[in-house]
Structure formats: C-alpha cells, structure tokens
C-alpha cells in the first residue's frame, strides 16, 4: 500500500491552450481519452493507494466524454474529498449528475475574470453567463462545495474591473475562491503579445492583492493560504495536504509524486505514457533524491503560505537568525522560539520573508 495521504489524477486534455498557461496539457487527441482513462486506472491499481483527498486537475478533466469521465470516476479509491477541475463552457446537466453521481463533492470551476474582454485577452472560451450557469447547473445537481478560480494582474484589468470581479463571484456565493496573481512565463507567445501591459500591471500586483483579502475577508472568507479564501469549513484539503508537506502520489502525464525522500515526476509525454503503462512498464519519469534538509526547507517554505503558526522542530538551524530577529522586529512574522507565523504584512509577501530567513 503506497503511504500517500493525497492522490492527484491529470487530465491533460484541453479544447484549446490558452496563451499563459504553462501546465502539461494536449489539445485534440480525442480518439485517445478513452485509452488514457484506461491507462491511468491500471497506473492507479499499482499504486494501491488509500488516500484522504483525491484532485483531478489538468487540463480539463470536465473535457472527457461523459461515459468516460463516469469511468474514471468510478475507478477512483474513496476520499473524504474528491475535487474535479472543470472550465464553465463543459457543464452541462449530464455532466454536472455524472460528477456528483461519481462522487465529486468538491468542484474547482476556473472562472477566471467576469470581464468579457479581459477573458478574450486570457484565450478563455467561457463568457460570464456561462460560468453563472455552470454554478447553478452544478447546484442543481447537488454539488455543495465549489470553488471559483480567479486572477488578478490581467493585461488591461483595471482596478475597477477587480472590484466588479470580486462583487460578481461573491454574487454566487461559493464556498471558497483561489485568487491567483497571473504570471506569464517568459518566451511564451502571451508575454511577446502582452509584454509592455504585464510590467504596468506588474506595478499594480500588490495594491490589487490588497483589495482581494480586504474584500474577502469583509464577505466572510478566511484567507488561510496566499491564495486562497474560504468560508468556515471550507478549506481545499488536497491542498492544505501539500502546505503542509504530507506525501503525495500523482498520476497521468506530467504527475508528480512525493514520497519519503524521493520525488517522482512522470515524464510529459502522452505517447511514451501509453505505451509504457499498457506495455506493463511504470511511466517514464524523472526521479530525484531529495535530503531530510531539502524535504523540511520545503516544509517551511510552504508552511508560511498558511494562516497559522508553523512549528520549527528540528528545522531551527536552517533559518537564519538575524533575519528571523530582524522581520520580527519590522512586524513581519511573530517567533515565540517553538513556532513561527506571518503578520497579515508578511502574508502579502510571504514568499520574500521565506526566502529571506531560510539560509
């Protein structure tokens, strides 16, 4: 039995790729979703996992057809949580019974932005009725947990258009919302098109940051990791389990897995994939040997991210002391010698206070 608390399950299949995106996934393809559904269950049945949480992400997992998205559905091992990825423009009644007859309990809707032009400018294919509907056809099936995946820093945005976001998704009263800074990897054709207006908006990042958790926290939602807000009980359990530095297992093309000490990334080929996994062969992949020290710099590093103190142990002599002294002075961070945790200050910088006090 592999010793995984959390399960991830990529669907890489996507109608199309959108300029920023830099995740592992394929476009067309359809006569193979079939055999790649059938690949991963039998990747999955080696594995012999028992986890907490299951996430199925991609991709577009909500892509499949709907007998196929049943199938894989039903090959799942049974979770506490079981979160689906789904784009807004793929809901349809069938597809909403199928996830919640699966077992879905928890759905991860990517809105994006309720601007029209602002999804035009993000390659999105949803407009923002489509996500209303989705909502309530997702409801209308049953579905009580849902997330809205959101960004700020979209060329164009104005700070006007974030209010009116944050207005319209609070309008449909999720239970949690993942507001994500957007970052356009360099060379990718989204920065040649977008360039000049990502370093305008660049210099907005932090003041639009501050309006999300201000006005999230006002409706009710506690900003309990960098990005993510949820109203009490909600929190995303998967990904607290990475926060906090539980093993994991990943399955699919590009999946990553962390166990003990070794870290296992499948290599991102659907077709070496296949034919490994119904060859009799594990995927291909990239492993890395990781130190004790390696695994609890993560710990912290991630740790931070969260609303709540975070116990050193025995990590003490990978931070540095000065700084830790010195943020603490300037009321970034409170150390009371067994645990550390960010000021709401700290928080809206988290990764530099990190990266400062670790040596």
């Not at 055999?35 to 594995?47: K, M, N, T």
């Not at 601007?115 to 049953?142: H, I, K, M, N, Y």
């Not at 660049?202 to 201000?214: C, G, L, N, R």
Request: proline share 6%.
């Amino acid at each position: 039995m592999t010793a995984a608390r959390h399960l991830y399950v990529h669907v890489p299949f996507c109608g199309h790729r959108c300029g920023y995106c830099d995740f592992v996934t394929v476009t067309g393809n359809e006569r193979l979703h079939g055999r790649y559904v059938d690949a991963l269950l039998v990747e999955l049945g080696r594995a012999h996992v028992d986890p907490d949480t299951v996430f199925v992400g991609g991709g577009t997992p909500s892509l499949l057809a709907d007998e196929l998205l049943a199938r894989l559905l039903a090959g799942l091992p049974a979770a506490g949580e079981l979160t689906v990825e789904c784009n807004p423009e793929t809901i349809t009644p069938a597809k909403a019974r199928v996830l919640v007859e699966g077992g879905a309990n928890r759905v991860s809707l990517g809105a994006q932005s309720f601007r029209p032009r602002l999804l035009e400018v993000l390659d999105r294919r949803a407009d923002p009725a489509s996500v209303r509907e989705a909502v309530s056809t997702l409801r209308r099936a049953g579905l009580q947990n849902l997330n809205l995946d959101l960004m700020f820093g979209v060329p164009g945005q104005t700070a006007d258009d974030l209010r009116r976001d944050l207005e319209d998704a609070l309008s449909l009263e999720p239970e949690h919302i993942s507001y994500y800074e957007l970052e356009a990897k360099p060379g990718t054709r989204f920065t040649h098109a977008h360039g000049a207006e990502l370093a305008r908006q660049a210099e907005a990042m932090e003041e639009y940051y501050e309006v999300v958790v201000e006005t999230l926290r006002g409706a009710g939602f506690r900003w309990y990791e960098t990005a993510n807000f949820c109203r009490p009980g909600h929190p995303a359990e998967h990904n607290l389990g990475y926060w906090l530095g539980h093993d994991y297992l990943g399955i699919g093309i590009g999946a990553v897995s962390t166990l003990g000490l070794e870290r296992r990334r499948n290599l991102p080929s659907l077709p070496r994939y296949l034919s490994a996994v119904e060859g009799g062969a594990r995927p291909p992949a990239a492993v890395e040997l990781l130190t004790a020290d390696e695994r609890a710099l993560e710990r912290l590093m991630l740790g931070l991210r969260l609303d709540r103190p975070l116990p050193v142990n025995g990590a003490r002599p990978l931070l540095d002391p000065a700084a830790v002294e010195r943020l603490s002075r300037e009321g970034m961070l409170v150390d009371d010698g067994e645990a550390l945790e960010l000021s709401d200050r700290g928080r809206f910088l988290a990764d530099e206070v990190a990266a400062t006090i670790l040596r």
